[in-house]
């Protein structure tokens, strides 16, 4: 699985907010290996704004 991806996930955990994995990502997580190469785009969202 992707490194960067791996890293933020367990960075991620147990914090104070929620957070979601979408796309092509989230199908190889299911799937329990990386399927294709992805490109990662991070997107903040707080309260009604998206922030790229």
């Known amino acids: 699985m992707n490194n960067l ?3 933020a996930t367990e960075l991620l955990n147990g914090q104070n907010f929620e957070y979601a994995i979408c ?3 989230a199908i190889d997580i299911f799937l ?3 399927s294709r190469t992805h490109v990662i785009l991070i997107y903040w969202h707080i309260g009604m704004t998206v922030i790229q």
């Open 5 to 7: 991806l791996k890293e």
């Open 32 to 34: 329990g290996y990386e």
């Open 23 to 25: 796309g092509g990502l």
